[in-house]
């Protein structure tokens, strides 16, 4: 069964520092993978996709990440964070054989001036 | 803006009663998700509509009930409530129905049941 992980609830960084959010994922096949962000009280935006080719993806915001197929990871990366940055980040996979998305439980991003 | 649309922004109801929260998604898309975020359980997924009919299934309650309608906007209907439906629902939309579509989610709406 297809699933995410997580493993990191809540990150603390200084502003101007890098950061880097983990996501473990669960699949049978190459998967489709994303990752959101959502700010208090609002919806999840999409920050970047990857679906096949180049393993790592540019997103908005500055924000990148790597596929790492023998890890199972799919990671998100910012070289410097700014304090708008502090927000809810989830990990997804599309299962391309389902019409579903799998959601981790979140990283919950403090960014302190 | 995600171009998806999604109200009221927020329910309060009591216990027992039943509710419709409604979604319009972005032009041209044909699909349309329901989710449901809530502290315990986080970002689960509840049901999926292509075109006007079911395609998939989550965790939904069987008090739980969906459709989409011809033009697209869906309703996602909750009865007999109780204190844990309390939570975010959201609709997304994606243009097509395979799990690599990249869904656009609406600002959700936040049920409270007291």
């Known amino acids: 069964a297809q699933s995410v992980t997580q493993p990191d609830i809540h990150i603390t960084v200084s502003e101007g520092a890098s950061l880097e959010l983990r996501c473990n994922y669960s699949?049978?096949?190459?998967?489709?993978l994303f990752w959101y962000v959502q700010s208090p009280g609002q919806g999840l935006q999409l920050l970047l996709k990857?679906?096949?080719?180049?393993?790592l993806v540019q997103g908005i915001k500055g924000f990148e990440a790597e596929f790492k197929r023998s890890q199972s990871s799919f990671n998100l990366r910012k070289p410097s964070v700014h304090w708008s940055d502090a927000a809810e980040y989830f990990c997804?996979?599309?299962?391309?054989?389902?019409?579903?998305?799998?959601f981790g439980t979140g990283t919950s991003l403090t960014v302190i001036p | 803006d995600s171009g998806v649309t999604q109200t009221p922004k927020h329910l309060i109801t009591a216990t027992g009663q039943r509710v419709t929260l409604r979604c319009s998604p972005r032009?041209?898309?044909?699909?349309v998700y329901w989710y449901q975020q809530s502290l315990d359980q986080g970002l689960q997924f509840l049901i999926h509509?292509?075109?006007?009919?079911?395609?998939a299934k989550g965790n939904i309650l069987e008090r739980f009930s969906a459709q989409q309608f011809p033009d697209l906007h869906s309703e996602l209907n909750l009865s007999s409530l109780e204190l844990g439906d309390s939570a975010l629902y959201f609709c997304?939309?994606?243009?097509?129905?395979?799990?690599?579509?990249?869904?656009?989610f609406g600002p959700g709406t936040r049920l409270l049941v007291l």
């Open positions: 990857y679906f096949s080719g180049d393993t």
């Open positions: 997304a939309s994606s243009v097509d129905r395979g799990g690599g579509e990249t869904q656009y």
């Open positions: 509509y292509y075109n006007g009919e079911e395609r």
């Open positions: 699949y049978g096949a190459t998967p489709y």
């Open positions: 032009s041209g898309d044909l699909s």
């Open positions: 997804a996979v599309g299962a391309n054989t389902g019409n579903q998305f799998y």
